[in-house]
């Protein structure tokens, strides 16, 4: 996988030029068209596109009619003040109509065929930067089966423009969509992530970015309880707060050795970072799969400084696991009882000794899944405001302004 590196930056050089070279429109038109005949694509008029097609065909057509026959009415009056016929007049609502159905239809579908080019540009020049960097390319992906806080939350769960790379680890870079509410309430949530494979599962971690934190704390969709929160060395406490599950602070503190928390400080402290079985996410409140050479000269440098030391977390090794191990071992070193000269030769010559003996890679249950926490500060403001509206609503407030 071409991500740039201090080990790996002459021989894996990052390659950006396809997302901005010249595109062969025929080209990138037969590349949709492929995506569309394999479907890892929607056609552009099927499903939810072909409805917000015909609603959007309605709208124009609708508000256009009202406002042509708006103006078309005042002009006949003005006609009519002047002495015109009336003949021009019933022309003009006659013609009208349909000038105004035929204006619309044109507007939607020059629109969506403007907008189908766009993207199938988009895609064709995603596709060759992916393939420039040893990865490869997906437009979208429903209900991404992936453990991380944002993928089980509301309705519509998809991923887009998904580059993968499987060298020297597997990693993902996409951008994720899911809604919640309903109605008026109804509201579009945009991450982008970026998602690493592990070698072996590791305790829950979450390290909330503090740069990226708004008026009334953190971005996250998910609240941890705060007696999971533990304090590092340093400066690490001004960029991240790490969450572990209680009783896991030693290894938390194995995992961020000060080399690897400053890898965190010096390349992700805008990024949210979790760490849940054998994945590692990054997230951000924005689309990480772009057009722009930029964002992607950025997450490769994060991912590539982060790879260099993932790979000393493979030694870790849940102790709590340990008793899972003895008891295996007592259950093979227990004596089976012999009915035959003939069963000896299928008799266990030696049990390995319990201390050279380590945990099997995995994570007890109790360090798993962090402790959610109540969002105090969301019901807070929500009770303010709240009560502001009765206030306002039922006049008390104007008992005190007399």
């Known amino acids: 996988m071409t991500l740039p590196s201090a080990a790996a930056a002459t021989s894996f050089p990052f390659d950006a030029r396809p997302l901005v070279e010249p595109v062969d429109p025929a080209q990138a038109r037969a590349f949709a068209k492929q995506l569309r005949e394999t479907g890892r694509v929607q056609g552009m008029f099927t499903g939810s596109t072909a409805v917000f097609a015909v609603i959007v065909g309605v709208f124009i057509v609708a ?43 044109t507007l939607v579908v020059i629109g969506f ?70 109605g008026k309430n109804k509201t579009t949530h945009t991450w982008g992530y970026v998602a690493v494979k592990l070698d072996v599962p590791l305790p829950h971690i979450v390290l909330d970015a503090k740069g990226n934190n708004g008026i009334f704390g953190s971005n996250l969709p998910a609240t941890f309880d705060k007696e999971q929160r533990l304090s590092l060395e340093g400066d690490f406490d001004r960029y991240f707060s790490l969450s572990c599950p209680r009783g896991y602070e030693p290894d938390a503190l194995y995992l961020f050795t000060p080399d690897i928390m400053a890898r965190f400080i010096d390349n992700a402290a805008a990024l949210d970072v979790e760490i849940v079985d054998d994945w590692l996410f990054l997230y951000a409140k924005r689309d990480f799969s772009t057009l722009d050479p930029a964002t992607w000269a950025w997450l490769f440098s994060v991912v590539g400084a982060l790879l260099d030391k993932l790979a000393q977390w493979a030694r870790w090794r849940d102790d709590r696991l340990q008793a899972q191990a003895k008891a295996m071992t007592d259950a093979a070193a227990t004596p089976v009882p012999s009915v035959g000269a003939g069963d000896a030769a299928s008799a266990v010559p030696f049990v390995a000794p319990l201390e050279a003996l380590r945990p099997p890679p995995g994570v007890a249950p109790q360090g798993r899944r962090l402790q959610r926490g109540v969002p105090w500060v969301s019901f807070v403001v929500v009770g303010v405001v709240v009560l502001f509206w009765v206030i306002t609503q039922t006049g008390v407030l104007g008992m005190f302004f007399r």
Request: proline share 4%.
């Open 113 to 182: 065929v403007t907008a189908g080019r766009t993207a199938a540009v988009k895609m064709f020049r995603l596709d060759r930067f992916a393939r420039a960097n040893g990865m490869t390319y997906q437009p979208r992906f429903d209900s991404p089966g992936l453990p991380g806080m944002i993928f089980g939350l509301g309705s519509g769960r998809h991923a887009t423009d998904i580059v993968r790379g499987e060298r020297p680890r597997f990693v993902e870079f996409a951008n994720y969509r899911y809604t919640t509410g309903s």
């Open 63 to 105: 508000f256009g009619s009202v406002f042509l026959t708006m103006f078309v009415s005042i002009f006949a009056s003005l006609a009519g003040a002047v002495g015109e016929g009336a003949g021009f007049t019933g022309a003009l609502f006659t013609v009208v109509p349909f000038l105004v159905v035929g204006v619309a239809i």
